[in-house]
């Protein structure tokens, strides 16, 4: 039934939908189906980390191709292209960086790999994207042999808890992930939820819309406090902190933290002095600029300082 709803919002073919416990359940089940003991996985450096995780699971060998601005760089990633390569996942938009590629970057980095290596376009965060040269992927997993597009439900839906995402294959990768998902996979009142869910595209609208105009004024004020902000497509900000004892990134964790806002710190993605920070109401956002000026300004004062 969710498949029927999603094929029909998005005109594609209901039998060629795969829904998964979360879409990490279906990195991981891709991980399972196509890699084995010597193969390798390409995810991108600070791609998001469950691909790491699922290719080893999988007793696969991780392979991390280097990007270029907090960006995923479709030459780095051809460039760690090898025999044993059997899986390529991009995160579009990336989480936590925010940042993505281009459709006609995603279809050059197709066209260079062979038919053999599987394209894992992830696009958790796709119904943010406004650029209007950002695709998805899915006329890419409609007309080619090896890609496959991932959804959730967790991200704009806001269901993350329900644990929905699905993917749109190919019929034989569709296939393969059938005979090795658990048969029970999805529960019955998460499948209703994201069913009504895809149908609400006034909710989908409004969310975007309010995403859009916070994305731009944390931007924005986040700059004017003097801190690098990565541009970003998504419902997130990764925001760059000098690494200075009382201004780095632990630091403001640690004061937004006293003051009630909850933000991620990012070391494990390889970004330690780095923090993600999510668009939320326009009282969390203004509450997180006003916590983050005090912090910059007393950063910024000796005898005033964090622990003063
Ligand atoms: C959140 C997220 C997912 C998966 O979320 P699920 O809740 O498992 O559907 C996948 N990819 C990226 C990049 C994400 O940020």
């Known amino acids: 039934m969710l498949r029927m709803a999603i094929g029909r919002r998005f005109g594609i073919d209901p039998t060629r939908i795969v829904c998964g416990n979360g879409s990490d359940d279906l990195l991981h089940l891709l991980a399972g189906a196509y890699l084995g003991p010597g193969d390798e996985g390409i995810y991108t450096e600070h791609g998001f980390l469950v691909y790491r995780i699922a290719i080893l699971a999988a007793g696969g060998t991780p392979v991390v191709a280097p990007e270029v601005n907090f960006t995923a760089n479709v030459d780095s990633i051809l460039a760690r292209v090898t025999d044993r390569t059997k899986i390529v996942y991009l995160a579009n938009p990336n989480n936590p960086t925010g940042t993505y590629l281009p459709f006609e970057e995603i279809r050059r980095l197709h066209a260079a790999l062979s038919p053999g290596v599987l394209l894992v376009l992830d696009a958790a965060y796709a119904e943010y994207v406004r650029p209007n040269d950002y695709s998805a992927g ?56 994201a069913a009504a869910s895809i149908e609400d595209t006034g909710h989908l609208e409004i969310a975007a819309a309010h995403n859009a105009k916070w994305l731009d004024w944390l931007s924005g004020e986040v700059s004017r406090l003097g801190l690098t902000v990565t541009p970003s497509v998504a419902n997130f900000l990764l925001i760059h902190f000098p690494p200075e004892p009382g201004k780095s990134a632990r630091d403001a964790e640690a004061f937004l933290t006293s003051r009630g806002i909850v933000v991620r710190g990012v070391g494990a993605y390889g970004l330690p002095e780095a923090l993600r920070v999510t668009i939320g109401t326009e009282e969390a956002n203004r509450a997180v600029v006003a916590v983050l000026s005090e912090f910059v300004a007393s950063g910024s004062n000796p005898k005033g300082g964090l622990r003063g």
């Open 138 to 193: 899915l006329e890419l997993a409609a007309m080619f042999e090896n890609v496959v597009m991932t959804r959730t439900f967790s991200k704009i839906h806001g269901l993350a808890a329900l644990r929905v995402g699905w993917m749109f294959a190919p019929a034989h990768v569709c296939d393969a992930l059938h005979r090795i998902r658990g048969p029970f996979n999805l529960n019955s009142a998460a499948l209703l939820a």
